[in-house]
């Protein structure tokens, strides 16, 4: 039977009648015993967090739940359950929106931060070469609606200065970071102020995240959000919902 057990391998789990265990932990003694957020960092590193560590990674799912109806993964779920969908339905339809675009903007926050501390030259070099290699758009920084200052960074900032200071990351990332926003500001004449996602990725990469869990993350914290709008459009009711009222219409490219 070793081609069949072979099949997977995993250190996630073991299982069998009557017994459950989550990397090597039985199921019963982690019920009641740990936070959801707790028992999410055990699943995907396979070790505990501690309290401190817990309390800043839980303020990053927090902080990315919801950004309302305007948000494509919102309005796709939400348009998702007026055409019949029921809520896991509804919530695959937003989640499948989250890519590089809309929801993947964290993930390249945490790369453009690895790529700055492994850069020979300063902040400018590093970000002159990646411009060139990835387009003028610096991810993490600057917002479409929350101008002049996304409200959810400048919490999530201070909280890592709190760790830094209480010994818990070391901070290299959040200087990465506040200095990406100084050159910004610079080279603009303006201020491009940090926005959710480079704020949260500093999280992730202080923490220790790999760069893709930033993405799974947001998914995770942003399906809060989807899941609450899909609930809350299903008790308003509604039919066959596009994303504008019937009223309006589209612009008709003529030939």
């Known amino acids: 039977m070793s081609d069949v057990a072979d099949w997977w391998k995993t250190a996630i789990i073991d299982m069998e009648p009557g017994r459950i265990e989550l990397r090597g932990q039985p199921i019963q003694e982690l019920i009641g015993s740990v936070s959801f957020t707790e028992m999410i960092w055990l699943?995907?590193?396979?070790?505990?967090?501690?309290?401190?560590?817990?309390?800043?990674?839980?303020a990053a799912l927090v902080s990315a739940v919801d950004h309302g109806p305007?948000?494509?993964?919102?309005?796709?779920?939400?348009?998702?359950?007026?055409?019949?969908?029921?809520?896991?339905n509804a919530m695959a339809t937003g989640v499948n929106m989250l890519g590089d675009v809309h929801g993947g903007a964290g993930e390249q926050a945490?790369?453009?931060?690895?790529?700055v501390q492994a850069h020979d030259g300063g902040i400018d070099a590093a970000l002159d070469t990646w411009t060139q290699a990835r387009g003028k758009i610096i991810p993490g920084f600057g917002h479409?609606?929350?101008?002049?200052?996304?409200?959810?960074a400048p919490r999530l900032m201070e909280m890592v200065s709190e760790a830094v200071s209480a010994g818990l990351c070391g901070g290299e990332?959040?200087?990465?970071?506040?200095?990406?926003?100084?050159?910004l500001a610079q080279r603009k004449s303006r201020p491009i102020p940090m926005n959710i996602d480079g704020a949260t990725a500093v999280i992730y990469a202080e923490l220790g995240f790999a760069p893709p869990l930033a993405r799974g993350l947001f998914c995770l914290s942003?399906?809060?959000?989807?899941?609450?709008?899909?609930?809350?459009?299903?008790?308003?009711?509604?039919?066959?919902?596009?994303?504008?009222p019937p009223g309006y219409r589209w612009t008709y490219l003529k030939d």
């Open 173 to 183: 990332f959040m200087q990465i970071a506040t200095g990406v926003e100084a050159e």
């Open 144 to 152: 479409r609606f929350h101008t002049p200052t996304d409200p959810r």
């Open 43 to 58: 699943m995907v590193r396979g070790d505990r967090p501690s309290p401190e560590q817990a309390r800043l990674f839980e």
């Open 222 to 244: 942003r399906s809060v959000g989807i899941l609450a709008h899909s609930w809350e459009q299903t008790t308003q009711g509604g039919r066959n919902k596009g994303p504008t």
């Open 110 to 115: 945490v790369e453009l931060y690895h790529h």
């Open 70 to 88: 305007q948000a494509p993964s919102i309005a796709a779920a939400r348009m998702a359950v007026t055409c019949g969908l029921p809520l896991n």
